[in-house]
């Protein structure tokens, strides 16, 4: 029904420690360390750093955020903490990241993947995956699938690893699930 909001559309529920799950089915990482995890990625643009931080706020966290060596390039990570261990057992087997069996990409989580790695090129909506990670490359296509916002997959040679969302229907679904752009979001940063 149009304008009904679904269960999956961020917003709809308070936040919790798992949205930032949809950071580790893009471009985020997790560390374990005894009982606790720490989550950072990497973002190249100050709007991303703000909101990124603003999410762990929001969830109980503390967050810093450093310069890379990288030119226009931010890590923004969590302290390790009890809170994330959950998150970390979830998303680490044996040294490596995997998406866990039976994840579901519902909006909040699909939220956080758009402000870590999501951008608009001339073909549509990118959302970036880790190129450290191809292992978890095919699982964020069907958590996308599944959603009914399937990607195409875009290569690391052709400006990759991502998914890409085209057509009107899946871009309007994708808008519906991610919410308003964050206030100092560019527009060819954020999907709607």
């Known amino acids: 029904m149009p304008g009904q909001l679904s269960f999956l559309t961020a917003g709809v529920r308070p936040p919790a420690v798992s949205d930032l799950e949809g950071l580790l089915l893009g471009v ?21 750093v703000d909101a990124v931080l603003a999410a762990y706020v929001e969830r109980g966290l503390r967050g810093e955020a450093a310069p890379t060596d990288e030119e226009g390039v931010f890590s923004v990570r969590t302290p390790f903490s009890r809170i994330l261990r959950p998150v970390g057992e979830r998303w680490v087997r044996g040294a490596v990241k995997a998406v866990p069996p039976r994840f579901v990409l519902e ?11 999501g951008r608009r090129d001339e073909h549509g909506y990118l959302l970036r995956l880790s190129p450290h ?26 400006g990759g690893p991502a998914y890409r969302i085209t ?26």
């Open 107 to 117: 909006g909040s989580r699909l939220r956080m993947w758009a402000v870590g790695a």
């Open 28 to 48: 985020a990482q997790v560390a374990r360390f005894g009982g606790t995890a720490r989550i950072s990625v990497l973002v190249d643009a100050p709007w991303r």
């Open 133 to 158: 990670d191809p292992g978890t490359w095919e699982a964020a296509g069907s958590a996308l699938a599944a959603v009914g916002v399937a990607g195409t997959f875009v290569g690391p040679r052709a």
């Open 167 to 192: 057509g009107r229907r899946r871009m309007t679904r994708l808008g519906e699930y991610v919410g308003e752009r964050p206030a100092a979001a560019p527009p060819e940063d954020w999907p709607v």
